[in-house]
């Protein structure tokens, strides 16, 4: 190991003194740096994929070891069972779950013998591209004009999670609660006191997201349509109506009526 003579005395300067780890404690705190790299839902994916592999190798008497053959072999079945283009993203997830133990998968996944086996599934497997339709306004109008004088809450809230996505194209995964304990993230959580309620529009602040890597939010304004929607769901959901309106004094023991107008412009408070 160099010594720090070898370095010049100005560039040398006094270190805090802390304890030293040993090798264990190394490896156990990067395993959870390594883990907090993928988001939960990415994480759960490669998992699959990697499952998906292992699989494989059992059934066809293969070492795990993730050679080049063994990956071509593996494409090309795959291919025989799933579309060619999920077999892409399956290798994307396998490489990065086995990199720690197989340092060399990522050069093995780039060899010309993957790279070709999977240009030849993709030409011999091709299929026509389907995509859904783009949603347009006059499509908007219409489902805003069948369900907006409803007042059951499942429209009301329907209506506002499609108002809402249409404006800012925000993500299902950014505007609702997943089912799914593993995939939830506190971090990504809108909350109340972030909502902003104006006479023109209505406003939040989205935590992150997965093309935030620095964590710094963004706030999403939204236009009538939106904020009309939004209200009428506040209006059916009694908690957020009584923490609308009454998050300064002491919550009533009754419920407000659905009629009641929301003030022209407030902020919802913190308690989520």
Not at 104 to 131: E, H, M, Y
Not at 237 to 261: E, G, M, V, W
Request: glycine share 2%; aromatic share 10%; hydrophobic share 35%.
């Amino acid at each position: 190991m160099p010594s720090l003579d070898i370095l010049p005395a100005n560039r040398i300067s006094r270190q805090p003194s802390r304890e030293p780890w040993d090798f264990d404690k190394l490896v156990h705190f990067r395993n959870i740096a390594l883990g907090y790299s993928l988001e939960p839902g990415t994480r759960d994916t490669y998992s699959s994929a990697t499952q998906s592999y292992l699989t494989f190798c059992k059934l066809h008497n293969m070492p795990i070891d993730p050679t080049p053959d063994t990956l071509s072999f593996y494409a090309v079945y795959m291919s025989h069972h799933i579309n060619p283009k999920s077999v892409t993203a399956y290798l994307s997830g396998i490489c990065s779950t086995l990199e720690p133990f197989f340092p060399s998968v990522r050069d093995n996944r780039r060899s010309p013998l993957v790279t070709k086996t999977l240009v030849g599934c993709r030409k011999q497997f091709a299929t026509p591209t389907r995509r859904k339709n783009p949603l347009y306004i006059h499509d908007l109008q219409r489902v805003i004009d069948i369900l907006a004088p409803s007042s059951t809450y499942d429209d009301c809230l329907f209506l506002a999670l499609l108002t809402t996505g249409f404006d800012n194209l925000t993500r299902l995964g950014e505007l609702v609660w997943p089912d799914k304990e593993s995939l939830r993230m506190h971090s990504k959580l809108s909350l109340r006191h972030a909502v902003v309620l104006t006479p023109t529009h209505y406003s939040f602040i989205l935590p992150t997201h997965k093309a935030d890597r620095l964590f710094k939010g963004s706030e999403l304004r939204l236009g009538r349509w939106s904020s009309e929607t939004f209200q009428s769901y506040i209006r059916e959901h009694p908690a957020l109506l009584h923490a609308l309106l009454y998050h300064q004094r002491p919550l009533p023991s009754t419920i407000l009526p659905s009629s009641t107008t929301l003030p022209s412009s407030t902020t919802l408070p913190s308690s989520t």
